[in-house]
Each structure stands twice: as C-alpha cells, then as structure tokens.
C-alpha cells in the first residue's frame, strides 16, 4: 500500500519537476525575443578579416628564387614549382609557379618558411568556384590582390567583437575611429619607453598592463 | 444551416442558448435580401452554401500563411536572428514566395513508388483537415455548420490522417519514409485516445458535443467562466495531444530530420510536398483555434459583451453592436489561436525531442492515466456541484 503511494508521490515529483524544468527553459527562449539579433546580413555586411588571418595565399613571382622549401614545408607537398636550369648562367629560371586551393589546407607552413618572403597571406575567403579545377591558381592568379572588406563600397565593414571598444557588444553603429579595446603593440612599447624615461634609476618592475 | 443541438448522449439539453442573445446572423439576412430579390427561398440559400465555405478555405490559407511567417520570425527572434527580411516588408511575403516556389517545382514521382497512392497520401492528409474547420466558430453563427457532434467529428476527422500518412509513406518505397509514416501513425493514434478523453471532459461539463454549445456554457462571466479554470488538466493534456497531433516539435519523430532525412515527406516535392506542408501548418491552427474554443472561451471577450453592452445603455440587438459583438467575437478567436501557435513556437525552439520509447511513454503512462482520472474528478464535480461543473 504504502509502497504503491510513494510510486504515485514519485511520479508526480518527476512530472512536477518536468514541468518546472520546461518552464524555466520557456523562460530562456522567451528572454531572447527582446534581444538584438547579432547576425552579421552576410553579403552586404561583412567582418573585417583579423591582421593574422589565413586566407589565400599571394605569391610576388620575381621575389620567387625556386628554392623548393615552399614545398618541403608543406604537408602534402602542394606548391607546384617549375623551373629549369640555365645552363649558361647556371641559374635556376622560374616558369611556373601554382598552388592547388581546392587542396591546401591553409596551414601557413610555406609563407612561415619563404627565405625570400615572396609568399603571404591575404584576407581573401570567398573561394567559391563551380569548378574545383578553377581553384589551382597559377602565378598570375596568386599576384592579384584581394578587394579589401573596408574599401569595397558595396560592403559594409563590421569589426570584429575582439577590435571593438571596451564593453561594446555590437559592431553595427559603432564609428570607425573609436579605438579597440586594449593598447596596439606599438602604444604599449611606447609607453614603456615613457615609464623607462621617467623613473631611469628604478629597474622596470612594474610593466603597464594591457588594459582590459 | 444551423440545426438544433442534439446530444450524442440523449442526456437532456440543457444548454444557455436562450439566454444569450442571438448575435449576427448573416446566412438569415442574406438570405432575406435574396428573397427580397423575388428568390425563392433554396435558391436564396444555395447562393449562400458557397460563401461561407469559401470565406473559410481563404481563412485557413491566410491563417497558415501568417503562420509561416510568424515561425519565422519569432525563431529568429528567439535565435537572435533577423528572419526573412526582403521580400515584403519585414518579410511577410516570404510564404507566398515559399509557396509560389513549391508550385513551380517538378513533381517528381519515384520510379518504384506506387504512383497512386502516392498522391492519394498528401490529399488524403489534407482534405480532413479542412473538413474539421467546418466546426469551428468565429462567433454564435459565424461558423459553416453548427453540427451536433461538432467535436466528435474533429475527433473522427483527425484520425483518418494517419493513414494519409502510413499510405504516403509505405508507398514512397523509401526506408526512412516507411519509418516517418509508421511512427507519424503510431504517434497520432496513442494520442488520440488521451485527446478524445480530455475532450469527453469539457463534453460533459457542456452537455453537448456542439462546438457553439461548449462555447456558450463558457460565456456565463467572461474570463472567469472559461472552461481553463475548470479543466486546467484537460487544458494541459489537450495541448500537449495536439502538438503531438501537429507533430510539433517536442514529438516530430515522424519528419526527426536527423534521423530519418524527413520522414514520409523524404520523397515528395512540389506541389505535393507543398499539401502535406499546408496541412500540417492548417492543423496547427486548427488545433489551436479548438483549444481556445475549448478552454479559453472561444469568441468570449474577457468580459462579457452583454456586460460592456449594458454598461454603455447599449440594446444588444442593435445592428451596430451586433456588428461590433461580431467583430470582437472573430479578433478574439483568432487572438487566443495565435497567442497559442506562439507557445507553440516558443516550445519548439525550447524543448528536445523525446525518443520514440519516451513519446509512447508519456502517451500511454502518463497522458491516458492522467485523462482518466481527469474524466472521472469531473463527472464527481458534476454530481457535486451542478451549478458551477454543468448540471
């Protein structure tokens, strides 16, 4: 008898707690509709690509000295270099230079590695192709220049939550010369330099935070 | 068309109807202009048949147009999103273009389906959803047929779907679909029976299975009367059946996109796709706008417009106040439905979905118990209060 009332008192604990659980999810949802949407409308808003973005790679053809460890360095060995020797000058000539981005994977390893920094990477990641052959960009495609976010008149440029003001959530509205939260590597050494000058006898102890 | 309310239990009727006025009746005054026209009376009435039913299957396609939109934009409201946006303003076109696009589309019939009673499936979904809005009133003679099993013929009505659904399913000739028609079939027939019980309660209390009665017996003292006070575990158990019957979210196992691509739908596209998309956003309304006609009072303002009517010095037959009773009537009704269909949006991007083992679980353990017990503390409450309970 007892046994069964105890059931019955459990049951209508879980069924209560459930009830209690659903609303305090309801609660949840029903709080988010007085939220400001924080979508950025894609193909007329776009975010501004951070300085160590690792989009596609630009490649300078005439800093290229054919060494090859563009393609050592590459985990599948991507970088299609074609070169021949010069018997004459005993010199290597560059032909060719591609790189297949239907393949690569972005990693950063060859443009790290260029002796001559004639790789390096751009802000550029709207890829899309219809046809993944068109994604091997040979030299000639690897020198153009991205249309840069900021400049492009048909875009409107959103910064992204990290270069924001301090305690600003949301990108749309907020004025182009309003600074980012924190200092730029600059300003700090900067400010290091001022605080050496200003107290030389003292070793430098304290180092101005970076704030926020 | 309005025929005198009989009750399926030959219990004695025992209804308010004399009591409360009348209201508009525009099938008796069109009727009496055509008349007047030198018509005779069938004639009179055979121009009018058409109308009403007309002026409901618009009112059933706005309403799930309207419908699309708002789930829409009320999940990305609550995803903090901006929703459809540009075709119309704030987007209301974009059902229309949604629709415009599925007509326009190939219908494809798979090679090894069974070509008829593939296309048998989403009309037969369809067709008795629309039947049901036959019963629902917009107000004491704003609705096609006043029939006097008005409930019971919802009840009976919904329950051909599942087999719209198994048969589209079945012959889809397409594993995931025979999946999605068998659980959409297992799913509304372990609904139905807790749905038809929290049902028979109200039933009981109104002495009758007229939609316009139940009504009525709510309309006493405005907000106060409405059957929510009385059965708020009829209004529960109502509503959770009916999203399973809509196969809303907490139970869309039958269309689970993640585990069977889209359930009996998988196959269809077009026009076809586009019936079953109709029907299931039709009976979610539907099931809305009979929650409200149930529990909240259906047309009932808040306070009785006898009431306000009386307050004012106002005769409530007056052609005005008749025409403004009429108005509030319909803006309420279809207010209380779509106050609901928000909860069920809401409730959609709120709750997971059960499992299949959970969604029978909580049908069969919980529900039917639940609903019995319900039926059975409310026929005691008749007994022992007639006056409040329905004598």
Known sequence: MFGFLKKVADYTRDAVGASQYLAQGLAVTFDHLRRRPVTVQYPYEKLIPSERYRGRIHYE?????????????????????????????????LRNYSIDFGVCIFCGNCVEYCPTNCLSMTEEYELAAFDRHSLNYDNIALGRL?????????????RELAYLPKGEMDPHGVPDTSPRAGQLPQALLDSWAESEAAAPASTTTAAPQEQG | ?????????????????????????????????????????????LLWLPLPMLLVLVAAVVGVLVNVWLERKISAAVQQRIGPEYAGALGVLQPIADGLKLLFKEDVIPARADGLLFTLGPVLVLIP???????????????????????????????????????????SNNKY??????????????????????????????NSLSTVDIVNQQSGAGILSWNIWRQP????????????????????????????????????????????????????????????????????????????????????????????TASVGIVMTVLKAYLLVFLAILLRWTTPRVRIDQLLDLGWKFLLPIALVNLLVTAALKLAFPAVFGG
């Open chain 1, 61 to 93: 053809f005439d800093k290229c000295i054919a060494c090859e460890v563009c393609v050592r360095v590459c985990p599948i060995n991507l970088p299609v270099v074609d070169w021949v020797m010069n018997k004459a000058t005993k010199k290597k000539e």
């Open chain 1, 146 to 158: 991205p249309t840069s976010v900021t400049s492009d008149p048909a875009v409107i440029a959103l």
């Open chain 2, 1 to 45: 068309m309005v025929i005198t309310t009989d009750c399926l239990l030959a219990a004695p009727i025992v209804t308010t109807l004399a009591a409360v006025p009348p209201g508009l009746d525009l099938e008796a005054s069109f009727e009496a202009a055509f008349q007047g026209f030198g018509l005779s009376p069938g004639a009179a009435h």
């Open chain 2, 129 to 171: 959803v629309i039947l049901s809005w036959l019963v629902v009133p917009f107000g004491q003679h704003l609705l096609i047929s006043n029939v006097g099993i008005g409930i019971f013929l919802w009840i009976s009505l919904s329950s051909i779907q599942p087999i719209g659904l198994l048969m589209s399913g079945y012959a």
């Open chain 2, 177 to 206: 679909s025979l999946l999605g028609g068998l659980r959409a079939a297992a799913q509304s027939i372990s609904y139905e029976i807790p749905l038809a019980l929290a049902v028979l309660a109200v039933v009981m209390m109104s």
């Open chain 2, 233 to 324: 575990v009829g209004f529960v158990i109502f509503w959770i059946c009916a999203l399973a019957e809509c196969e809303r979210l907490p139970f869309d196992l039958p269309e689970a996109e993640e585990e069977l691509v889209a359930g009996y739908q998988t196959e269809y596209s077009g026009m076809k796709f586009a019936l079953f998309y109709l029907g299931s956003y039709i009976n979610l309304v539907l099931s809305a706008l009979l929650v409200s006609v149930l529990y909240l009072g259906g047309w009932g303002f808040p306070l009785p417009v006898e009431w306000l009517a009386g307050w004012l010095h106002q005769p409530i037959d007056a052609p005005l106040v008749q025409l403004i």
